[in-house]
């Protein structure tokens, strides 16, 4: 199965900014969510769905808004000749 929505856009950010697993589960645990990073891998990967309050606290842990995470991806015009 291929992930696709706000889980797939984190786990990019997290591999963009060089974070493992356990780092992001520490970010996390800043902003008041516990979380097993088992259940970071399953949301990741589309396994699993995140609460609110993880999805939260998980964009603040990588600075991005937690607006932006619920955004759809944009999708890139199809231009007709």
């Known amino acids: 199965m291929t992930a696709i929505g706000p889980q797939v856009r984190i786990r990019n950010l997290r591999l963009a900014y060089g974070l493992t697993i356990p ?4 970010r996390i645990a800043e902003h008041g969510v516990e979380v097993d990073p088992n259940h970071i891998s399953n949301v990741e990967c589309g396994r699993k769905r995140a609460s609110h309050a993880l999805m939260t606290a998980w964009a603040k842990a990588l600075g991005i808004s937690p607006l932006d ?12 000749s």
Do not use: S
């Open 23 to 26: 780092a992001l589960v520490t």
């Open 69 to 80: 995470v619920l955004q759809p991806e944009p999708v890139a015009e199809v231009v007709r």
